[in-house]
């Protein structure tokens, strides 16, 4: 996960300082695949699993006391609670998708289209949604390759409106996920693909690093400026 973060960072903080505070919640895609290990369907508590031959599609969703699903969702996908995500140290500023691939054959690749993230009380009433669109996203998300189950996959961060982060103060709070059918994966091989939640750096972390190595970059570039100077005013002294 080293990795990860450290490539995020950058992402992350331009994604923050683009974001305007009445947003609604917006999931992008980083771009990133990492190859951290442990991260199979027993270990990261996906909120959607689907599998099929050629496309897959389904939700995972809560009616109030028992999740749902539909379309080609598996039985090991399942909304978390707020207070599971807490527990893993996942909140507002912390909140990102990884789409973890699994396709059987080496080198098979599959195209991602839109999804949303549903985030739902305990009663089972959507309280409002992020949404992904293939469309527009920079980079694509077509021709991912199929990196397999244990090893994380491809990272979407998601932000929020201050409103919306209101969500986290309720621990019975639930996340589900949606995947229509019109916008199904394609070019799917049969194995199981999955989404589940994970912790990235805070943006405030992202703004420190990211500006310190703006200032380091500004001074090494203010004393090159410095010391081209002294070079062309030495020059000019000997002619």
Known sequence: MKNLIKQSLIGLFALTLAAPLTQ??????????????GTGLGTTNPILVVQNNGSEYGTTTWNGSTNVRTGD???QGATR????LSNDGING??????FNVAEPGKGDTLDLHDFKIVFQNDAGTVLFT????????????SGL??????KAGYLFPVTFSPAELSFF???????GMEILSAEAIANTGGAFESFYVTAIPEPSSAVLI????????FRRRRSNKIVAKNQVVATKSLA
């Open 210 to 217: 990211v500006g310190a190595m703006s200032a380091m970059l």
């Open 81 to 84: 609670t707020v207070a599971d």
């Open 93 to 98: 500023a912390t909140f990102g998708i990884v």
């Open 169 to 175: 103060n309720t621990s019975t709070n639930r996340v």
């Open 73 to 75: 969702a598996k039985s």
């Open 24 to 37: 609604a919640a917006v999931i992008t895609y980083s771009g990133l695949d990492t190859e951290d290990k």
């Open 145 to 150: 390759l199929g990196t397999g189950q244990g």
């Open 130 to 141: 992020a949404d992904f669109d293939a469309d527009t996203s920079v980079p694509t998300v």
